[in-house]
C-alpha cells in the first residue's frame, strides 16, 4: 500500500509541452500513469492554427506511434504520404548533378516511407488529445524555477508557487534544456556554422509524393511534398548567407532559389515566412539522472539533413513509455535507476549513432571539393544500383530497423 | 512502522541508512539480485495475476492478497509486491537486514511489516497468506523437508507458493560457484554450498510431500552476451522456479 499516494499528484513530470512532451504523455496515461504536462506558453498559442512554415517528415514508425496514441486519425487528413525519396549532388545554377539515389516505397511491402504533416496540424492534433486524456494534467504557461529530484519522489517548482510532486520528471524541452541544466547534465556540441532556412512554396506542378534532396556545396536543400501542390523547403547554408536568405525580399529570395530547386515543379511562390533554425548537433551528456530522463533534442539535437530530429525523439517516446510500463506492471519504482538506466541503454547509442552518421554525411557533401564530389556522385550511383542496399535505406528512412518498441511496432 | 524506527538512535538510523543504500546499489554487492529482480518480477507478478484473476493493467492490481517474502533482504521483492497494493510482511532471520528494510521502505513511502523472524516461528505463530514467496531460500537451510512443511503450513488454502533455488549438475557448480563466487565475485565465497542444491525432480518431490501441488516450473536463464536474465520455458539448468498451490 502506498501512503505517498495522497501527496503525489502526478507519477511524471513531464517539462516541455510541443511535440514529444504531449506524446510521452499520452503514451503513459495509456500505460495507466498520471501525468503533468508543463509548458511555459498558452494554450492558445500552441494550439494556432496559423501556417509558419515548419513541417515534420513523419517516417512510418512514428505514423505507427501516432496511430497507436490515437493521434494518427486526427491529422491523417493533412497528411501527405511520401512515395518516393530522390537524393541527388546539385551545384547552384546547374540543378541536380547526373548521379543520384531513388528510394521508391514500392520496394518495400510496408507502404509510403513517411508522411508530411505540417507542425500547426500535429501541435493541435496533441492538445485535442491531451485534453481528451483524464490522466493527463496540463499546466500551460508555467515556468519552472526549480526542481528536486534528489529524494524519493521528485519535485518541481513553478514560477506562482506551486510545486508539483511525481516519481519522476521527463525533460522534453528541447536542445537548450533547463531540466538537464537543473540536473547538471552536461552537453557536447558541435556547431555547424550553417543555418537551416526554412519556409513552404506553393507550385503549379504536382510532387507526385516525392522528396528531394539536393546536396548543394553550402549544405543539403529538402524539397519535401506538403498536401496539394506545396512542398516544404529545409535550405541548409552558411550561417552568413542564411542571415541574408531570410532578409530579402520574397522576390529576391524566390530568384535564390530558382537556380536550387530547378524547374521541375514549375512555377513557384511563397507560402508563409521565412524561419531560420541554427544547424548544430548537441548530444547530453547522460540521458538520465536520479529521477529524470531526457528526451529528444534535450538528449540529442542533430542535424536535419535525413529529417530525423522529430523522428528519433518519438523513439525516445516509445521506449521510455515502453520501460516505464513495463516497471510499474511489475511494481517497480519507475523513477530507480535500475529502471531509467533500460532506457538510457535502449537510446543513448542509437542516437549517439545517428547524430554522428548525419554529422558525417552532411560534411561529406557540404563542400565543393571535387574529389569529393566525384567520389559522392560514384557513391551515391552505386546504392542506387545495389537493390538490397537501397532496400536498407529505405527501411532506415522509414524508421523500420533497430529494436523497435512495441508502440512502433 | 515509524514508532519502530523512532525508538533506536540517530546514529543507528544513519548506518541503516547506509546499509539500505548499499542493499539498492545497482553496482554493489547486491548486483547479481538486482541483475535477476526484473526477471524474478516478471514471474512471480504474472503466477499471481493469473491465479488470483487480476488485471496487471489496474492501478493496485494485487489489492487485498497477503504476501509474505522469506528471506526479505533489504526489501528487494516486498517493495515491488506492496507498491502493486498487497499487504506485504517481510522476513528475515538475519536481523540486522530488518532495520534496513524498514529505512528504505519508510524512503519509498511504502508500509511493509518486516519481521525478524522465520517461517516456521511465523507457522507455529498460525499466520497465513495467499502467497508465500520463497526465493533463493530452500538451498541455505538445514532441513529443506521441515522448512517445506512449514512454507505449507504458512500458505493459505487456494493459495500460492512460488520458490526459487539452484539445480545441482556440473553446470550449476561452474556457474553458481566458480562463476558468481570465484570468477566474477559476485557472492561471497562460500556463499553456496553446491551439494545442498537441489534438482527440479527432488523439489517437485518435496514439494508434494509437503502437501502443494505443482503447478508450473520455469528456468531463470543467464545471457552472458545481453548480460540481462530471463525467463526459459525449457532450460533449467543452473537458477529455476516453480509455483505450487495449496489445495483448496
Redesign the interface.
Known amino acids: 500500500?502506498?501512503?505517498?499516494?495522497e501527496s503525489?499528484n502526478h507519477d511524471v513530470l513531464i517539462v516541455g509541452g510541443g511535440l514529444n512532451g504531449p506524446a510521452l504523455a499520452l503514451a503513459l496515461a495509456r500505460?495507466?500513469l498520471r501525468v503533468a504536462v508543463i509548458d511555459s506558453l498558452p494554450l492558445v498559442t500552441r494550439a494556432d492554427p496559423g501556417f509558419d512554415g515548419r513541417a515534420y517528415a513523419l517516417a512510418l514508425a512514428s505514423q505507427r506511434l501516432l496511430r497507436a496514441l490515437g493521434v494518427w486519425p486526427r491529422v491523417a487528413a493533412e497528411a501527405q504520404p511520401m512515395l518516393e525519396i530522390k537524393v541527388s549532388d546539385g551545384r547552384a545554377g546547374e540543378g541536380p548533378g547526373p548521379f543520384f539515389m531513388h528510394f521508391d516505397s514500392a520496394e518495400i511491402e510496408e507502404g509510403p516511407m513517411g508522411y508530411m504533416v505540417e507542425d500547426r496540424h500535429l501541435r493541435r492534433a496533441f492538445l485535442d488529445a491531451m485534453a481528451e486524456t483524464a490522466a493527463i494534467t496540463q499546466y500551460p504557461s508555467a515556468t519552472v524555477t526549480a526542481q528536486d529530484t534528489s529524494?524519493?519522489?521528485a519535485r518541481v517548482t513553478l514560477a506562482d508557487g506551486r510545486v508539483l510532486q511525481g516519481r519522476m520528471v521527463v525533460g522534453c524541452d528541447g536542445r537548450k534544456s533547463g531540466t538537464a541544466a537543473r540536473a547538471g547534465i552536461n552537453r557536447q556540441g558541435w556547431p555547424y556554422g550553417q543555418t537551416g532556412v526554412v519556409c513552404a512554396v506553393a507550385h503549379a506542378l504536382p510532387h507526385g509524393g516525392v522528396a528531394q534532396q539536393f546536396f548543394m556545396p553550402h549544405g543539403p536543400l529538402a524539397i519535401l511534398p506538403l498536401k496539394g501542390n506545396r512542398s516544404s523547403i529545409v535550405w541548409s547554408e552558411t550561417s552568413a548567407r542564411a542571415k541574408e536568405l531570410v532578409a530579402m525580399e520574397d522576390a529576391d529570395f524566390l530568384d535564390a532559389l530558382r537556380p536550387a530547386f530547378g524547374s521541375f515543379l514549375g512555377q513557384i511562390r511563397l507560402e508563409g515566412v521565412r524561419f531560420a533554425y541554427p544547424l548544430d548537433l548537441t548530444l547530453a551528456e547522460s540521458f538520465i539522472a536520479p529521477r529524470l530522463a531526457l528526451v529528444g533534442d534535450a538528449a540529442h539535437g542533430m542535424h536535419p539533413i535525413a529529417g530525423q530530429g522529430l523522428n528519433a525523439g518519438l523513439r525516445d517516446v516509445a521506449a521510455l513509455a515502453a520501460v516505464l510500463d513495463e516497471a510499474r506492471?511489475?511494481?517497480?519504482?519507475i523513477g530507480a535507476?535500475?529502471v531509467l538506466?533500460r532506457y538510457q541503454q535502449w537510446r543513448r547509442f542509437d542516437t549517439a549513432t545517428l547524430a554522428l552518421a548525419t554529422d558525417g554525411f552532411n560534411k561529406l557533401f557540404s563542400n565543393d571539393n571535387p574529389i569529393l564530389r566525384a567520389a559522392r556522385g560514384l557513391g551515391l550511383g552505386l546504392v542506387n544500383a545495389a537493390p538490397r542496399l537501397r532496400r536498407g535505406f529505405i527501411r532506415e528512412a522509414a524508421g523500420l530497423t533497430g529494436e523497435l518498441p512495441p508502440l512502433m511496432r | 512502522m515509524s514508532a519502530a524506527t523512532n525508538t533506536v538512535d540517530p546514529a543507528e538510523v544513519a548506518k541503516f541508512e547506509a546499509m539500505a543504500a548499499e542493499w539498492w546499489d545497482l553496482d554493489g554487492k547486491f548486483k547479481p539480485l538486482h541483475m535477476m529482480n526484473p526477471c524474478r518480477l516478471d514471474y512471480i507478478t504474472s503466477q499471481i495475476a493469473a491465479e488470483f484473476s487480476r488485471n496487471m493493467g489496474s492501478a493496485a492490481p494485487f489489492a487485498g492478497l497477503r504476501v509474505l517474502d522469506i528471506g526479505c533482504g533489504g526489501g528487494l521483492l516486498c517493495e515491488p509486491m506492496a507498491r502493486l497494493g498487497a499487504t506485504v510482511v517481510g522476513a528475515d532471520a538475519a536481523a540486522r537486514n530488518i532495520p534496513v528494510a524498514r529505512v528504505h521502505a519508510e524512503q519509498s513511502g511504502l508500509t511493509i511489516d518486516y519481521r525478524h523472524t522465520t517461517a516456521e516461528a511465523l507457522a507455529d505463530a498460525g499466520e497465513q497468506f495467499d502467497v508465500v514467496l520463497n526465493m533463493e531460500v530452500v538451498e541455505h537451510v538445514a532441513d529443506p523437508k521441515a522448512y517445506l512443511a512449514a512454507c505449507r503450513a504458512l500458505t493459505r488454502r487456494g493459495g500460492l507458493h512460488i520458490c526459487s533455488t539452484i539445480n545441482r549438475n556440473a553446470k550449476s557448480f561452474g556457474m553458481a560457484i566458480l562463476g558468481a563466487e570465484y570468477v566474477m565475485r559476485w557472492l561471497p565465497k562460500g556463499t553456496h554450498e553446491w551439494s545442498k542444491f537441489i534438482t527440479p525432480d527432488e523439489l517437485t518431490a518435496l514439494l508434494r510431500a509437503a502437501g502443494f501441488n505443482v503447478l508450473d516450473t520455469k528456468g531463470f536463464q543467464f545471457n552472458p552476451l545481453l548480460w540481462s536474465w530471463r525467463i526459459s520455458d525449457r532450460d533449467l539448468s543452473v537458477n529455476y522456479v516453480t509455483t505450487a498451490r495449496a489445495p483448496s
Open positions: 500500500m502506498t501512503k505517498a499516494d503525489l500505460a495507466g529524494g524519493a519522489v506492471a511489475r511494481g517497480e519504482d535507476p535500475a538506466r
